[in-house]
């Protein structure tokens, strides 16, 4: 039986494809919600677009019910991590 060769466009292709995959999970930008900074409950989207609204965006973390957790209302305290990405979660 002969040995099947693999073409180098087959070998370009695949490893472009895990190249964008690593790049796309590193920069994906996590999770937000708008929250209210004392209570910490989920508000409307509206909240947070309106210079008048009373809330903030929330990154990261989980809600249980109307409340959110273990995320941070600083964007840059909160990464997302993923594949060949180091996750750090911010409080």
Same mark, same amino acid.
């Given at each position: 039986?002969? +040995?099947?060769?693999?073409?180098?466009?087959?070998?370009? %292709?695949?490893?472009? *494809?895990? %190249?964008?995959?690593?790049?796309?999970?590193?920069?994906?930008?996590?999770?937000?919600?708008?929250? /209210?900074?004392?209570?910490?409950?989920? %508000?409307?989207? @509206?909240?947070?677009?309106?210079?008048?609204? +009373?809330?903030? @965006? @929330? @990154?990261?973390?989980?809600?249980? *019910?109307?409340?959110?957790?273990?995320?941070?209302? /600083? +964007?840059?305290?909160?990464?997302?991590?993923?594949?060949?990405?180091?996750?750090? *979660?911010? *409080?």
């Amino acid at each position: 039986m002969a +040995k099947r060769r693999v073409r180098s466009s087959t070998v370009v %292709l695949g490893s472009m *494809g895990v %190249l964008a995959a690593t790049i796309t999970s590193c920069g994906s930008d996590p999770d937000k919600r708008c929250v /209210d900074p004392v209570t910490h409950s989920k %508000l409307p989207s @509206y909240e947070c677009k309106s210079s008048s609204g +009373k809330g903030d @965006y @929330y @990154y990261g973390g989980s809600s249980s *019910g109307s409340k959110v957790q273990g995320g941070s209302f /600083d +964007k840059s305290a909160v990464d997302r991590g993923g594949f060949g990405c180091s996750g750090t *979660g911010g *409080g």
